[in-house]
C-alpha cells in the first residue's frame, strides 16, 4: 500500500510501505480520508515520537469502510462505513486499529468529514464531561476557539446547556465562534480573558471549566480565571511546557488543574479509548445526528500534498479541521 512517511524528519513523502494485517480483535480500515492534528505537525518534525507498538505512520483519525476484521471481532464486519481513533497509521490506504476504537459515521455527516470527529470528540467528551464533570448551567472557558478542538468543544457545550466563552486571535475566528454558539468571544491579542470571563457574572465570578491548549504561558491566568470550584484541564503546551503555579492562589478557589493526554492511553482498562470511544458513541453522535454538533472541516488536500496541509495547519490560518483525502 501506499503512505506518508516523514523520513528523514521534515519530509513528508508517498510511498510503499508493508500492507498492514489485522490482529487479534482489530479491524482493517481501507482509508477514504484522514484527520490532521498539530500532534501530527510535531511527529512529522522528530519531536513526537509514537507510544511503544504503534505504528510509525502519522494520522490519528480516519474514515472509510472496513475492509477486513481479526479474530475476536464480532461488532464489526466488512463494508461498514466508520470512522476511528488511532494511536498512529492514519495517513494510509489502509490502516489496523483496535475494534474499540472504531465509531459508527454519525448520520448525517459525509464520510470524508468524519474523519474530522474523532480526535475532537473523544478529546472534548473524555477531558470536559468525563474528567471535568461540566454541566448546565457552568460557564465553559475554550482556549483556540476555532480550532478543531475548538469549535466541537463550542457545540457540545452549548447542547449541554452551558455558558460558553472563547479565545481567538482574529475578528472572522470569533464570529466563527459566535456562529457555533459562544455567548462571550475574546480577541486574546486586544483584550484581558480573565477579566472578562470574571466580569461574566457578578453572583458567580469566573469560568467553573476552561479547556486550555496552551500550558505553561497561561497557567497563572487561567487559575485567575477560574470560579470558586473552578476546573482547569491543560492538554496541549503550545505555550510551553515548564510554568509556576501559585498554589495559595489555588487553594483559595479549591480548584484544580488537571493534565491529560489521549494517544498514550490504553486501548482497555479504567481510562482507555474504548470507555471513551463508547461514551462519544452514545452521547455525542446522537448530539451530531440532530444537528445540535456538526463537523467543522477548514480545509481539505489529497494525501500526496500532506506538506501544504501540515503548513496551512500550522500558519493557524484556518479555522476548524484540515483533512487530507486517501480516495484520489
Known amino acids: 500500500m501506499q503512505a506518508i512517511v516523514a523520513d528523514p524528519p521534515g519530509e513528508l513523502t508517498w510511498r510503499s510501505v508493508p500492507d498492514p494485517e489485522p ?8 482509508t477514504v480520508a484522514a484527520g490532521i492534528n498539530r500532534a501530527d505537525l510535531l511527529q512529522a518534525d522528530g519531536n513526537y515520537p ?12 480516519v474514515s472509510g469502510t472496513i475492509a477486513g476484521v481479526g479474530e475476536g471481532v464480532s461488532q464489526w464486519s466488512e463494508g461498514q462505513p466508520v470512522c476511528a481513533l488511532l494511536a498512529g497509521g492514519g495517513y494510509a490506504e489502509f490502516v489496523t486499529v483496535p475494534a474499540g476504537q472504531v465509531l459508527p459515521v454519525p448520520d448525517g455527516v459525509p464520510l470524508p468529514h468524519a474523519a474530522g470527529l474523532p480526535e475532537v470528540a473523544c478529546t472534548v467528551w473524555s477531558n470536559v464531561v468525563m474528567t471535568a464533570g461540566l454541566t448546565a448551567p457552568e460557564l465553559f472557558l475554550v482556549h483556540g476557539g476555532a480550532s478543531g478542538i475548538g469549535t466541537h468543544a463550542i457545540q457540545v457545550a452549548k447542547a449541554l446547556n452551558c455558558r460558553v ?8 475566528k470569533l464570529d466563527l465562534c459566535a456562529e457555533l454558539g459562544a455567548d462571550i468571544t475574546i480577541d486574546y491579542r486586544n483584550e484581558d480573558f480573565v477579566k472578562i470571563v470574571r466580569d461574566a457574572d457578578s453572583d458567580h465570578p469566573g469560568a467553573d471549566v476552561i479547556l486550555d491548549i496552551m500550558g505553561a504561558a497561561y497557567l497563572d491566568r487561567n487559575v485567575e480565571a477560574l470560579a470558586s470550584g473552578g476546573r482547569l484541564v491543560i492538554i496541549g503546551m503550545q505555550g510551553g511546557g515548564k510554568g509556576e ?4 492562589k489555588l487553594l483559595a478557589k479549591r480548584g484544580s488543574v488537571i493534565a491529560t493526554a489521549l494517544r498514550s492511553r490504553p486501548v482497555t482498562g479504567p481510562g482507555g479509548k474504548s470507555d ?9 453522535w446522537p448530539l451530531v445526528a440532530d444537528g445540535l454538533v456538526r463537523p467543522v472541516i477548514g480545509a481539505e488536500f489529497p494525501i500526496t500534498e500532506a506538506k501544504a496541509a501540515h503548513e496551512l495547519l500550522r500558519s493557524s490560518d484556518v479555522s476548524g479541521k484540515v483533512i487530507l483525502r486517501v480516495d484520489v
Open 23 to 30: 490482529g487479534y480483535g482489530e479491524v482493517l480500515i481501507k
Open 50 to 61: 509514537p507510544p511503544p507498538g504503534a505504528s510509525h505512520i502519522l494520522g490519528l483519525e
Open 165 to 172: 466563552a472563547v479565545t481567538a486571535g482574529s475578528r472572522n
Open 245 to 248: 503555579l501559585n498554589i495559595g
Open 276 to 284: 471513551i470511544v463508547a461514551a462519544v458513541t452514545a452521547q455525542v
